[in-house]
């Protein structure tokens, strides 16, 4: 971020003139003059080394030559970087590096873009002064997906240094020293990581190579596409290599999209999913009771009929569609015109209805905006930082990778209400880097937040001007929080009202602050006024609606936010705009040419009451699987069966594809163009890189292609044509640039929620009650809280066809606290019986320090079984289902 | 575990830095002290006391000579083979070593009494050849002296041939 004026110095580099800001290191002025300055161990992302010795340069004045990598620019600095005394050096360099790199480029999968190769092509004469032989390294497994050859190691130590400055997981070793240093795990224990492949991407030569495509291709016979990942909602810039229609790896390259060329295992091992085996590859009908293969025209034409004939004999409110959050703004943008158009009813929604819609509706309420006020970049230039409810590592890696560095680069202050505990691990936590950490129950965040905001009031932190602009408002909140007891509060979180206080001012007096919010507020029982109640704490604080301040919920799925914006939830039209609000309505009628139906759309828990009740005919389910997702307390598969007609467009035959009549085979991402809509409001560019597996087509295809058949056609060349409606509709999606504008709060929306607005709920958020802070023992009575919370290495069922993840974690295993275990008698990797009211489930368990004591953790993708023992409770006001959280005990076997 | 049989050393150790992590090497001094070597669970939990991972703290183990990642024997024989001492024959003498103990350098004799390694200068070049063993020099050998010293500590634990670590200025007694 841009701070004041910015001192500048001016030099000369190989005879260019130029002025860089004060700080610069000469290497990135050179490389500014279009000079490269040859290097290994310099990374921009990294704190200069200089221990490779590449990038020695000439200075006048100095006495000996400087390495470009570690000397800042200085006013009237003269720097040759190709005089023959420079080159001598760099040919030295190369020689001694060449004096053990072995020459086996011919079977090296860096072969072709190795920085060693093309200096060596550069500098080196063919002769080398060394006769030694070269050094040998007893080859040792690494690890399932990272393959190490340290004989081609140039101890850069750019991996070890990336792992520790960027990933803060310190996974990589350098043992021994001198030409014998080894990058090793620890002793000869294989690697146990997040598996991010940074140390795959920063090796600049073929030492660190991902296991996945081993000796699979030369890197010049690879088709790249530049396209966005999937698996959450930081929306990732990937590059996609393939070969012959195979996808071969994933890479980012560095400075690319908003994740800067960083990625979690998910984006870097997680791309086999779309030419798993299990991909449909036809269309299914059920004939029979059985589903067998068809032909599109078939399977059309069947699902038009059926669908005209059910809307004469039931009328349109007959139908219900559900979308995955996983499709393109295309799909998104036409499914829901298919349903509102074609069908004609409102009752569609998307997995944006599991958590994304409580903080867009919470964002809408308070301050009119559907998008966070603040970016990825705000985050890093950041004072202060919240973070509630968020294991930021695991379901948002690469924002959690803004706030490390925010953290450890920019000395922000980190504040964390979470339910784990700071603890080193193989897979970092951002709690350790917290300076300001509650670590309370999942179900118990609200207290916490409470907790600060009463000391906010009570010691002075309200913004002064407040008083006059919302008295009502200040008030209520001042005098609801001030009966809020302080050991009530301390019971419920274990923190002490010092420590409130203490995080309270530090938050409050810093001039940029975030709250990012996670799926433990926007998937847990009250998520919506919790939302609702961070950014009270923000307009108290008068940091609400100041540049680079603001709540920033987390998407979970890539384009979570894009379902919304496109209308493709039951609330909301295309903008989004309220289903309800009449300019919202005229506006895309006027350019659908159409009247919208009328009847406000069912959500997605009333939607299977209503197909349980008959009332339902017919579905229209998209890459969703309610079956799967949701408890078997839920009854989906009750509520899909007793529909007449049900027609699903998936990648594999999940659970509730399995109970439809018509099976479709939809593309995945890495078949088809469009755009995603990231967390942080930034639409990005899709683009396929390979061809559609078997006659699978992309789902938006398939809406235009019912559409006709049902006699409403909604015909589309491409997707960019329908882009170009999403964008006549929505002017933010004029721009697929390389940096979103934040919105800005509208002034006459928190005018309005400060006047009358907050006051509908306040007394429910202002309350302890029903935050589960009564007395309740845990631990105690053996009951045990379980937590259905998601793992880096997975995202939703989708990454568990994955064979790269599958590798890292291939079954749940619900991990506890090693206090917890002693007192079960349990040990790592014991089997254990998971028992409540509703059921039991047996598993394995293993021990986690930062698991707190009363708490267990199941990884949602492997919930087959966990999904018996919950319960649902949903949102009175966003009709969010909940059901992360139950009382189990445990029981060893 | 080392936090319960040295809490208040390792209490100590760690009031003299005010970054935690700088009390590495002391610890795995300790450490080394308990077992002759640095073990891998005596690595999981200094690194679990200064809040490290475990590589971290095996990174610095590998970088110093000084620790042994393996078991030694009850005697450590480090004999000096730097320039000034290898002039005046530390040479045979490393081979005089190995006959007698019948192991190779970085090896532990059969029954755990002996490991024998090769180290670099231990700053001792007017009295070499010499040789440290466990914390005690050994100066100006012979086959001879080695060959009392070594059955000295096999009877006796300890050998009056000694100097001790402190060479300088050179004892009066001794000739």
Same mark, same amino acid.
């Given at each position: 971020?841009?701070?004041?004026?910015?001192?500048?110095?001016?030099?000369?580099?190989?005879?260019?003139?130029?002025?860089?800001?004060?700080?610069?290191?000469?290497?990135?002025?050179?490389r500014?003059?279009?000079?490269?300055?040859?290097?290994?161990?310099?990374?921009?992302?990294?704190?200069?080394?200089?221990?490779?010795?590449?990038?020695?340069?000439?200075?006048?004045?100095?006495?000996?030559?400087q390495?470009?990598?570690?000397?800042?620019?200085?006013?009237?600095?003269?720097?040759?970087?190709?005089?023959?005394?420079?080159?001598?050096?760099?040919?030295?360099?190369?020689?001694f590096?060449?004096?053990?790199?072995?020459?086996?480029?011919?079977?090296?999968?860096?072969?072709?873009?190795?920085?060693?190769?093309?200096?060596?092509?550069?500098?080196?004469?063919?002769?080398?002064?060394?006769?030694?032989?070269?050094?040998?390294?007893?080859?040792?497994?690494?690890?399932?997906?990272?393959?190490?050859q340290?004989?081609?190691?140039?101890?850069?130590?750019?991996?070890?240094?990336?792992?520790?400055e960027?990933?803060d997981?310190k996974?990589?070793?350098?043992?021994g020293?001198g030409?014998?240093?080894?990058?090793?795990?620890?002793?000869?224990?294989?690697?146990?990581c997040?598996?991010?492949?940074?140390?795959?991407?920063?090796?600049?030569?073929?030492?660190?190579?991902?296991?996945?495509?081993?000796?699979?291709?030369?890197?010049?016979?690879?088709?790249?596409?530049?396209?966005?990942c999937?698996?959450?909602g930081?929306?990732?810039?990937?590059?996609?290599?393939?070969?012959?229609?195979?996808?071969?790896e994933?890479?980012?390259?560095?400075?690319?999209?908003?994740?800067?060329?960083?990625?979690?295992?998910r984006?870097?091992?997680?791309?086999?999913?779309?030419?798993?085996?299990?991909?449909?590859?036809?269309?299914?009908?059920?004939?029979?009771?059985?589903?067998?293969?068809?032909?599109?025209?078939?399977?059309?034409?069947?699902?038009?009929?059926?669908?005209?004939?059910l809307?004469?004999?039931?009328?349109?409110n007959?139908?219900?569609?559900?979308?995955?959050?996983?499709?393109?703004?295309?799909?998104?943008?036409?499914f829901?015109?298919?349903?509102?158009?074609?069908?004609?009813?409102?009752?569609?929604?998307?997995?944006?209805?599991?958590?994304?819609?409580?903080?867009?509706?919470?964002?809408?309420?308070?301050?009119?905006?559907?998008?966070?006020t603040?970016?990825?970049?705000?985050?890093?230039?950041?004072?202060?930082?919240?973070?509630?409810?968020?294991?930021?590592?695991?379901?948002?890696?690469?924002?959690?990778?803004?706030?490390?560095?925010?953290?450890?680069?920019?000395?922000?202050?980190?504040?964390?209400?979470?339910?784990?505990?700071?603890?080193?691990?193989?897979?970092?936590?951002?709690?350790?880097?917290?300076?300001?950490?509650?670590?309370?129950?999942?179900?118990?965040?609200?207290?916490?937040?409470?907790?600060?905001?009463?000391?906010v009031?009570?010691?002075?932190?309200?913004?002064?001007?407040?008083?006059?602009?919302?008295?009502?408002?200040?008030q209520t909140?001042?005098?609801?929080?001030?009966?809020l007891?302080?050991?009530?509060i301390?019971?419920?979180?274990?923190?002490?009202?010092?420590?409130?206080?203490?995080?309270?001012r530090?938050?409050?007096?810093?001039?940029?602050?975030?709250?990012?919010?996670?799926?433990?507020?926007?998937?847990?029982?009250?998520?919506?006024?919790?939302?609702?109640?961070?950014?009270?704490?923000?307009? *108290?604080?008068?940091?609400?609606?100041?540049?680079?301040?603001?709540?920033?919920?987390?998407?979970?799925?890539?384009?979570?936010?894009?379902?919304?914006?496109m209308?493709?939830?039951?609330?909301?039209?295309?903008?989004?705009?309220?289903?309800?609000?009449?300019?919202?309505?005229?506006?895309?009628?006027?350019?659908?040419?159409?009247?919208?139906?009328?009847?406000?759309?069912?959500?997605?828990?009333?939607?299977?009451?209503?197909?349980?009740?008959?009332?339902?005919?017919?579905?229209?389910?998209?890459g969703?699987?309610?079956?799967?997702? *949701?408890?078997?307390?839920?009854?989906?598969?009750?509520?899909?069966?007793?529909?007449?007609?049900?027609?699903?467009?998936?990648?594999?035959?999940?659970?509730?594809?399995?109970?439809?009549?018509?099976? *479709?085979?939809?593309?995945?991402?890495?078949?088809?163009?469009?755009?995603?809509?990231?967390t942080?409001?930034?639409?990005?560019?899709?683009?396929?890189?390979?061809?559609?597996?078997?006659?699978?087509?992309?789902?938006?295809?398939?809406?235009?292609?019912?559409?006709?058949?049902?006699g409403?056609?909604?015909?589309?060349?491409?997707?960019?044509?329908?882009?170009?409606?999403?964008?006549?509709l929505?002017?933010?999606?004029?721009?697929?640039?390389?940096?979103?504008?934040?919105?800005?709060?509208?002034?006459?929306?928190?005018?309005?929620?400060?006047?009358?607005?907050?006051?509908?709920?306040?007394?429910?958020?202002?309350?302890?009650?029903?935050?589960?802070?009564?007395?309740r023992?845990?631990?105690?009575?053996?009951?045990?809280?379980?937590?259905?919370?998601?793992?880096?290495?997975?995202?939703?069922?989708?990454?568990?066809?994955s064979?790269? *993840?599958?590798?890292?974690?291939?079954?749940?295993?619900?991990?506890?606290?090693?206090?917890?275990?002693?007192?079960?008698?349990?040990?790592?990797?014991?089997?254990v019986?998971?028992?409540?009211?509703?059921?039991?489930?047996?598993?394995?368990?293993?021990?986690?320090?930062?698991?707190?004591?009363?708490?267990?953790?199941?990884?949602e993708?492997?919930?087959?079984?966990?999904?018996?023992?919950?319960?649902?409770?949903?949102d009175p006001?966003?009709?969010?289902?909940?059901?992360?959280?139950?009382?189990?005990?445990?029981?060893?076997? | 575990?080392?936090?319960?049989?040295?809490?208040?050393?390792?209490?100590?150790?760690l009031?003299?830095?005010?970054?935690?992590?700088?009390?590495?090497?002391?610890?795995?001094?300790?450490?080394?002290?308990?077992?002759?070597y640095?073990?891998?669970?005596?690595?999981?939990?200094?690194?679990?006391?200064?809040?490290?991972?475990?590589?971290?703290?095996?990174?610095?183990?590998?970088?110093?000579?000084?620790?042994?990642?393996?078991?030694?024997?009850?005697?450590?024989?480090?004999?000096?083979?730097?320039?000034?001492?290898?002039?005046?024959?530390?040479?045979?003498?490393?081979?005089?070593l190995?006959?007698?103990?019948d192991?190779?350098?970085?090896?532990?004799?059969?029954?755990?009494?002996?490991?024998?390694?090769?180290?670099?200068?231990?700053?001792?070049?007017?009295?070499?050849?010499?040789?440290?063993?466990?914390s005690?020099?050994?100066?100006?050998?012979?086959?001879?002296?080695?060959?009392?010293?070594?059955?000295?500590?096999?009877?006796?634990?300890?050998?009056?041939?000694?100097?001790?670590?402190?060479?300088?200025?050179?004892?009066?007694?001794?000739?």
């Amino acid at each position: 971020m841009p701070h004041a004026a910015v001192d500048t110095v001016t030099l000369t580099i190989d005879g260019h003139h130029l002025t860089v800001p004060k700080g610069t290191l000469v290497i990135e002025a050179a490389r500014q003059a279009g000079v490269m300055v040859p290097h290994f161990c310099y990374h921009p992302k990294l704190k200069p080394d200089a221990n490779c010795r590449m990038c020695l340069v000439e200075v006048e004045k100095m006495p000996k030559l400087q390495t470009a990598c570690s000397t800042p620019v200085a006013e009237g600095m003269v720097v040759r970087t190709a005089t023959t005394v420079v080159n001598e050096a760099h040919k030295s360099v190369l020689e001694f590096i060449l004096a053990n790199h072995p020459l086996d480029c011919p079977v090296c999968d860096q072969g072709g873009r190795c920085d060693l190769q093309d200096f060596s092509h550069q500098y080196t004469p063919t002769t080398s002064r060394f006769i030694e032989v070269k050094r040998v390294f007893p080859k040792e497994y690494f690890s399932p997906l990272i393959e190490t050859q340290m004989n081609r190691c140039v101890q850069c130590l750019r991996c070890v240094r990336y792992c520790d400055e960027v990933m803060d997981v310190k996974a990589l070793a350098p043992s021994g020293r001198g030409t014998m240093t080894e990058i090793k795990s620890f002793l000869h224990h294989e690697l146990d990581c997040e598996f991010c492949g940074g140390c795959v991407q920063i090796c600049p030569v073929g030492a660190i190579t991902s296991r996945l495509s081993m000796y699979e291709y030369r890197p010049w016979m690879l088709k790249r596409a530049d396209t966005v990942c999937t698996y959450c909602g930081d929306g990732c810039q990937i590059t996609i290599q393939t070969k012959d229609n195979q996808l071969v790896e994933v890479m980012s390259a560095q400075g690319a999209g908003r994740n800067n060329g960083d990625l979690c295992a998910r984006g870097f091992f997680g791309y086999h999913v779309s030419t798993h085996p299990d991909r449909l590859r036809h269309p299914l009908i059920r004939r029979d009771g059985v589903l067998v293969q068809a032909t599109w025209e078939e399977a059309l034409e069947l699902v038009a009929e059926t669908a005209v004939r059910l809307k004469l004999a039931h009328g349109p409110n007959a139908f219900a569609g559900l979308i995955a959050a996983r499709c393109t703004n295309e799909d998104l943008y036409l499914f829901q015109k298919f349903m509102r158009l074609a069908i004609g009813t409102n009752h569609l929604d998307s997995s944006a209805r599991y958590g994304q819609i409580n903080g867009v509706r919470a964002l809408r309420r308070v301050q009119g905006t559907h998008r966070w006020t603040v970016t990825f970049e705000d985050i890093v230039s950041a004072d202060a930082l919240l973070l509630v409810g968020t294991n930021i590592t695991e379901t948002n890696p690469i924002t959690g990778l803004k706030v490390k560095e925010a953290v450890k680069k920019r000395q922000a202050t980190l504040l964390t209400i979470d339910s784990l505990e700071p603890a080193v691990g193989a897979i970092s936590n951002i709690a350790n880097l917290s300076s300001h950490h509650f670590s309370v129950h999942p179900d118990r965040f609200k207290p916490a937040v409470l907790g600060l905001i009463k000391a906010v009031v009570e010691d002075g932190h309200v913004d002064p001007t407040l008083a006059q602009r919302a008295p009502a408002y200040l008030q209520t909140i001042s005098d609801s929080v001030q009966d809020l007891s302080w050991p009530a509060i301390e019971a419920a979180t274990g923190g002490t009202p010092e420590s409130f206080r203490e995080a309270a001012r530090t938050f409050a007096r810093s001039a940029r602050a975030v709250i990012l919010i996670g799926q433990g507020v926007l998937r847990t029982a009250d998520g919506y006024g919790l939302a609702t109640t961070l950014l009270d704490l923000l307009l *108290l604080t008068g940091q609400h609606g100041r540049p680079g301040c603001g709540l920033a919920p987390l998407a979970e799925e890539n384009n979570d936010q894009g379902a919304v914006e496109m209308g493709a939830v039951a609330e909301y039209l295309p903008g989004p705009g309220d289903l309800s609000d009449p300019a919202a309505r005229s506006r895309v009628a006027q350019l659908w040419k159409e009247d919208l139906p009328q009847e406000p759309g069912l959500t997605l828990m009333p939607m299977l009451e209503r197909a349980r009740a008959g009332a339902l005919k017919a579905m229209f389910i998209v890459g969703e699987n309610p079956v799967g997702s *949701l408890p078997l307390s839920a009854k989906a598969k009750e509520a899909l069966q007793s529909l007449e007609f049900l027609a699903c467009q998936e990648l594999f035959l999940t659970e509730t594809a399995q109970l439809a009549h018509v099976v *479709l085979p939809a593309c995945s991402y890495a078949e088809k163009d469009g755009t995603f809509t990231n967390t942080e409001g930034h639409v990005q560019a899709v683009r396929h890189a390979i061809d559609p597996i078997g006659e699978s087509r992309p789902d938006w295809e398939i809406f235009s292609a019912l559409s006709v058949l049902m006699g409403y056609p909604l015909e589309y060349g491409d997707a960019k044509e329908i882009l170009k409606e999403i964008r006549s509709l929505i002017p933010d999606y004029g721009r697929l640039g390389p940096a979103p504008t934040p919105m800005r709060p509208a002034t006459e929306a928190v005018d309005g929620y400060l006047h009358t607005g907050y006051a509908t709920d306040a007394a429910d958020r202002y309350a302890l009650s029903g935050t589960g802070h009564e007395a309740r023992g845990a631990g105690n009575d053996g009951h045990l809280t379980l937590l259905i919370a998601q793992s880096l290495f997975h995202s939703g069922k989708l990454s568990t066809r994955s064979k790269g *993840l599958l590798q890292v974690q291939a079954e749940g295993s619900l991990t506890l606290n090693p206090a917890d275990a002693a007192r079960l008698g349990l040990a790592d990797r014991d089997q254990v019986r998971v028992t409540n009211n509703l059921g039991a489930m047996t598993t394995t368990v293993m021990l986690a320090e930062r698991v707190p004591k009363g708490l267990v953790l199941f990884p949602e993708h492997f919930d087959q079984e966990a999904r018996r023992l919950l319960t649902v409770s949903t949102d009175p006001v966003t009709q969010v289902p909940y059901y992360k959280l139950t009382q189990v005990t445990i029981e060893r076997l | 575990m080392l936090k319960e049989k040295y809490k208040a050393e390792i209490d100590e150790i760690l009031s003299r830095y005010p970054v935690r992590r700088s009390a590495l090497l002391p610890l795995l001094y300790l450490a080394q002290q308990e077992e002759g070597y640095v073990s891998e669970p005596a690595m999981k939990e200094i690194a679990s006391i200064l809040r490290l991972t475990p590589p971290q703290v095996y990174e610095t183990v590998t970088f110093y000579t000084m620790f042994n990642l393996k078991p030694i024997g009850r005697f450590h024989i480090q004999v000096c083979k730097s320039l000034m001492c290898a002039l005046v024959g530390s040479d045979p003498l490393i081979g005089w070593l190995e006959a007698k103990l019948d192991v190779k350098p970085g090896d532990t004799t059969k029954d755990g009494l002996f490991t024998l390694s090769k180290v670099e200068c231990l700053g001792a070049c007017g009295t070499g050849p010499m040789m440290q063993i466990n914390s005690d020099y050994y100066e100006r050998l012979t086959e001879e002296k080695v060959d009392r010293i070594l059955a000295d500590l096999k009877r006796d634990g300890t050998s009056t041939l000694k100097s001790g670590p402190f060479m300088w200025p050179e004892p009066a007694q001794r000739a």
